[in-house]
Nanobody, 121 residues
């Protein structure tokens, strides 16, 4: 069994900061790419930022310079530092992880349950 648990969402005023974390636990042979997605009401779920196991990162243009994704491989945890938040950043943020289970040659995608981020104007 694998657990993907996010934390750190909440309500913040525009211009403020939040830090999200996502811890992966359970039966894991390898934790590969990880990412944060977000879904606003009535919209599709979109990629915000991703990070490879080696630390290479990518960001959607709308968050470049404001958000930073990082990971601690020893803790199987990924973080999203969000600064200069805007009302348009309001969404449910989901953690995504590509995991190889013990005894398997394939990686599978796992999602967290989501954490609400609300930015007031």
């Amino acid at each position: 069994q694998v657990n993907v648990v996010e934390a750190g969402g909440g309500l913040v005023q525009a211009g403020g900061s939040l830090r999200l974390s996502c811890a992966v636990s359970g039966s894991i042979a390898s934790l590969n790419d990880m990412a944060w997605y977000r879904q606003a009401p009535g919209k599709q779920r979109d990629l915000v930022a991703g990070i490879t196991s080696g630390g290479r990162t990518n960001y959607v243009d709308s968050v470049k310079g404001r958000f930073t994704i990082s990971r601690d491989n020893a803790k199987n945890t990924v973080y999203l530092q969000m600064n200069s938040l805007k009302p348009d950043d309001t969404a449910v943020y989901y953690c995504y992880a590509l995991i190889v289970r013990p005894g398997s040659r394939f990686e599978y995608a796992y999602w967290g349950q989501g954490t609400q981020v609300t930015v007031s104007s």
